[in-house]
């Protein structure tokens, strides 16, 4: 069966248990889990490959989580990755510092780590539909990522598990370019080597695949930069 992949997510927290339960419940419930005990560490991590979302604790070693945020969020590369700030700072004041320095939510400690859960998926709901089983739509296809089903003028359409994850990563975000490089670090992952011509073979059977009732080729190469959707 074609799946979506794993969205992953940065826990930078620098109390152990904190970060060792938070790591817990998130792998539970699907996620892939990256681990930083502080904000140099995490700034790190992002370089290596940015994350789906970010879980950030304020109260770091060396930098801050507040300054994290601001420098994540002020880089083109990582500016819409999302940001749940957790604090112990509940006043007013704090909380809309954080949220003007750019983060996204932000959660008050102690916390319940079943409420953070819920906002953890709120987020990626947000951007990245198709990691929480929603139904994605442009032009003519449809994607039901519950299902694992494509449907193209509800002709269903017959993917490969690569190409089913290429669709959906075109379709969570259509009109945006995407790189070879990016694309090998969302579908394939950033542990697996994989030739940067492999992306060009399965966008090709991608194509095919889209194509096999009939219809337009909705995939769009933009020479020296990659392919997009519409």
């Not at 669709?167 to 694309?183: A, I, Y």
């Not at 090998?184 to 030739?195: E, N, P, S, T």
Request: charged share 30%; proline share 5%; glycine share 6%.
């Amino acid at each position: 069966m074609s799946t979506v992949e794993q969205p992953t997510v940065l826990i930078v927290e620098d109390e152990p248990a904190q970060r060792e339960v938070l790591a817990y419940n998130l792998e539970a419930e699907g996620f892939s889990v990256s681990r930083a005990e502080n904000g140099e560490e995490a700034l790190l991590l992002v370089d290596e490959g940015a994350p789906d979302i970010i879980v950030l604790d304020w109260m770091l070693p060396s930098v801050s989580g507040i300054e994290v945020c601001r420098r994540l969020k002020t880089r083109p590369d990582t500016r819409n990755v999302p940001i749940i700030m957790l604090s112990a700072r509940a006043e007013e004041v704090d909380r809309v510092r954080g949220l003007e320095t750019g983060a996204d939510d932000y959660v008050i400690k102690p916390y319940s780590v079943v409420e953070l859960m819920a906002r953890v998926r709120a987020q990626l709901r947000r951007t990245r539909p198709a990691s929480v089983g929603q139904r994605l739509e442009f032009e003519d296809i449809v994607l039901d990522a519950e299902t694992h089903k494509v449907f193209r003028s509800e002709n269903i359409l017959k993917l490969g598990p690569t190409e089913f994850r290429l669709l959906s990563t075109f379709m969570e975000k259509p009109g945006r370019v995407w790189s070879r490089e990016q694309l090998l670090d969302r579908v394939w992952g950033r542990d697996i080597y994989v030739d940067t011509r492999t992306v060009d073979v399965h966008i090709g059977r991608l194509r095919k695949a889209l194509c096999q009732h009939g219809g337009d080729d909705p995939v769009r190469t933009v020479r020296g930069a990659g392919y997009a959707l519409g």
